[in-house]
C-alpha cells in the first residue's frame, strides 16, 4: 500500500516566513528604486500590498494543505463503509516529530472506526436475521388463520343458506331479512380471509395460484357491477357502467382474478366516495398501438403496453395527495386522508390487484387529484 509522505510543520512556518520575509525586502526595496514622487510611491506599495496578500493566500494554503488533506480524510470516512474505513487506515510516511505523532493518531482513529464497524454490521446482520425469523414466523401464523377461517365460514354460509331455502323449516320475512344480513357478513368474511392469505402470499414473493383462459371481460364486469348495483344505490352513489359496442371482450386470463380486481375496484371508489349525487364510471378501452401521444399520456399508458384491453374505473372521491402516490400499492398502506376520514379499509387490495395483473402478463396503474378523485386502469392481454 503507497505510504502518504507528511512534511514537518515547523520547517514549512519557518520556510514560509523566509520567503516571505525575503520577498517582502525585495518589493520595498525595488519600490523605492524606481518610486518617483509621493504618488509613484503611494501606487507601487498597493501594487506590493496586492502582491502581499496573493503571496500570503498561497504560503497558507501550502502550511496547511496536509491538515486539510487529513481532516478531508476524516470527514470523507463512512463507518458503514469497510472500503472507506480501509482508506482513513493508510498509512503516512512522516519527516519529522509532530507529523508522526498525527499520523500514528489518524492510524488509530481508523483502527478503531474499523472494529466499530465490524460490530455494527454484525448486530445490523443480526438483527436482519432476527426481524426476518418474526416476519416470517408472523406471515406463516396469519395465513393459517385466515385459512382457518374459512371452512367454519363457508360452513355458516352453507346453514345460512339452507335455511333460507326453507329446506330446514317455513321462513318468515324478518327471520328471511336476519338470514339476508349474516349471509351477506359471511360472504364479507370468507373474501377477507381470501384476501389476506394472498396478500401473504404476495409479500412472501411467491406467485398467485392463476388458471389462465379465455373469458369476456364485459360478462365479469356485468356480474361484478350487478352484485355492486344495492350497496351503490344505498350510498346514494351511480354506478355508471356502460357496454361498449365496438370493443371485443375476450382476454386471456383467469375468470376469477379477473372478477376480483373488478370486485377491489369497485368496492374502493365506493369506499372513498363521500356524498350523494356521486358518479363511479366504469369503463372498457382497447390499445391497438395507435393512440396519441397525447392519449397516451392523459392516461398515464405504460409505453410498453399494446394490443391490450384496459378496465378503467374512475371516482369522485377523496384522492391522494402526491407525497403518497408511490406508495399506493404497498401491502396495508393507507392514505392520510383515509385514516382521518375514518374510512374502513384493508390497505390489500391494490396490492392484489397489482400482483394478479402483472401475473397476467398486464399492468396496472393511476391518476389521482386530492380532493377530486382518482382513475385506477387495469390492462389484460387480448385472447
Known amino acids: 500500500m503507497p505510504h502518504t509522505p507528511l512534511q514537518s510543520i515547523r520547517g514549512r512556518i519557518l520556510l514560509c516566513l523566509a520567503l516571505f520575509g525575503s520577498s517582502l525586502t525585495v518589493l520595498v526595496m525595488f519600490a523605492m528604486a524606481v518610486a518617483n514622487g509621493w504618488a509613484s510611491g503611494i501606487l507601487f506599495l498597493g501594487l506590493i500590498g496586492l502582491l502581499f496578500g496573493a503571496i500570503a493566500w498561497h504560503l497558507s494554503t501550502y502550511l496547511t494543505c496536509d491538515v486539510r488533506r487529513l481532516a478531508r480524510r476524516v470527514i470523507d470516512t463512512d463507518p458503514t463503509d469497510p472500503q472507506s474505513v480501509a482508506i482513513l487506515k493508510r498509512p503516512f510516511e512522516a519527516t519529522s516529530l509532530e507529523t508522526e505523532e498525527l499520523a500514528h493518531a489518524l492510524h488509530g482513529f481508523g483502527e478503531r472506526m474499523e472494529t466499530l464497524t465490524g460490530s455494527l454490521q454484525q448486530e445490523i446482520d443480526r438483527t436482519q436475521q432476527e426481524t426476518a425469523e418474526a416476519t416470517g414466523t408472523l406471515s406463516d401464523f396469519m395465513y393459517y388463520i385466515a385459512h382457518t377461517l374459512r371452512t367454519p365460514l363457508n360452513a355458516i354460509r352453507w346453514s345460512v ?3 333460507k331455502n326453507e329446506e330446514a323449516g317455513q321462513v ?6 336476519i338470514l339476508d344480513k349474516l349471509e351477506y357478513s359471511t360472504v364479507k368474511l370468507v373474501s377477507v380471509a381470501s384476501e389476506l392469505q394472498d396478500a401473504l402470499i404476495v409479500l412472501r414473493g411467491e406467485p398467485l395460484r392463476m388458471r389462465p383462459l379465455a373469458c369476456n371481460l364485459v360478462a365479469l364486469i356485468d356480474e ?6 344495492v350497496p351503490v344505490r344505498q350510498k346514494g352513489l351511480r354506478l355508471d357502467w356502460k357496454h361498449p359496442e365496438t370493443i371485443p371482450g375476450k382476454i386471456h386470463a383467469d375468470p376469477e382474478r379477473v372478477s376480483q380486481i373488478v370486485n377491489i375496484l369497485i368496492d374502493n371508489a365506493i369506499r372513498y366516495s363521500h356524498g ?3 358518479t363511479i364510471a366504469v369503463r372498457l378501452l382497447q390499445l391497438k398501438g395507435k393512440e396519441s401521444a397525447a392519449e ?9 403496453l399494446d394490443r ?8 369522485e372521491g377523496i ?12 401491502a396495508f398502506f393507507r392514505g392520510s386522508d383515509a385514516r382521518d376520514l375514518w374510512v374502513d379499509g384493508k390497505g390489500i387490495g ?14 396496472v396503474w393511476f391518476t389521482s387529484s386530492k380532493g377530486k378523485g382518482t382513475s385506477m386502469f387495469v390492462a389484460f392481454p387480448l385472447a
Not at 224 to 229: H, K, L
Not at 350 to 363: C, E, R, S, V, Y
Open 161 to 163: 343458506e339452507t335455511l
Open 172 to 177: 318468515n320475512e324478518e327471520q328471511r331479512e
Open 224 to 229: 361484478v357491477a350487478g352484485r355492486w348495483a
Open 276 to 278: 350523494a349525487g356521486k
Open 296 to 304: 397516451r399520456k392523459a392516461w398515464k399508458i405504460p409505453p410498453s
Open 308 to 315: 391490450m384491453l384496459v378496465l378503467a374505473v374512475r371516482d
Open 319 to 330: 384522492g391522494i395527495g402526491a407525497e403518497e402516490r408511490e406508495r399506493m400499492f404497498h
Open 350 to 363: 391494490l396490492t392484489l390487484t397489482k400482483a394478479i395483473a402483472q401475473g397476467m402478463n398486464g399492468d
